[in-house]
């Protein structure tokens, strides 16, 4: 999907969001500025696969927050976590590396992605993400993406909880 079918997908659905264009960003560490402008922080999305690449997973965590894939792996069951590959990001999201996106999930209508996310981040109001595209931000209302969103792409997700020391 474009940047514009993603926000139209949204506006079509009702869920309300703030964008904020900027150059392209790659890692966590160039937000800064976005984050200020959106009044939030940004979600750290991180695309994983188990070890033989049979189950993937999107992890959507607090930005500064360390992730160790001991930790995650025994809550979810998936022995050997570790970064998916850009390809397959590509064809289940539809998103290139470091524009991984709870969004993506548009992409993902075999549901082969489980969502999973973070008991911090479920704490704020807000989710911010990129529309598929590290050239925007957007923050939109958590309980339009938990109530509206993830039914409409028939996602659900688990809650995990990362310590992150």
Do not use: C, G, Q, V
């Given at each position: 999907?474009?940047?514009e079918e993603v926000l139209q997908t949204l506006e079509t659905l009702g869920i309300t969001y703030t964008k904020v264009d900027h150059?392209?960003?790659e890692t966590m560490d160039g937000l800064d500025k976005v984050e200020k402008q959106l009044?939030?922080?940004v979600a750290k999305n991180l695309f994983l696969t188990n070890r033989q690449k049979t189950r993937f997973y999107l992890l959507l965590t607090v930005g500064d927050k360390k992730f160790k894939t001991k930790e995650l792996s025994h809550q979810i069951n998936s022995a050997r976590l570790s970064f998916g590959s850009g390809e397959d990001m590509e064809r289940l999201l539809g998103c290139h590396p470091g524009s991984a996106s709870i969004l993506g999930l548009l992409n993902d209508q075999e549901g082969k992605v489980q969502l999973l996310i973070d008991e911090d981040l479920l704490q704020?109001?807000?989710i911010c993400a990129h529309p598929c595209f590290n050239t925007s931000t957007l923050k939109m209302k958590k309980d339009d993406v938990i109530t509206i969103f993830l039914p409409y792409v028939k996602h659900d997700y688990i809650a995990v909880k990362l310590i992150g020391e």
């Open positions: 999907m474009t940047k150059e392209a960003i009044n939030h922080r704020d109001d807000y």
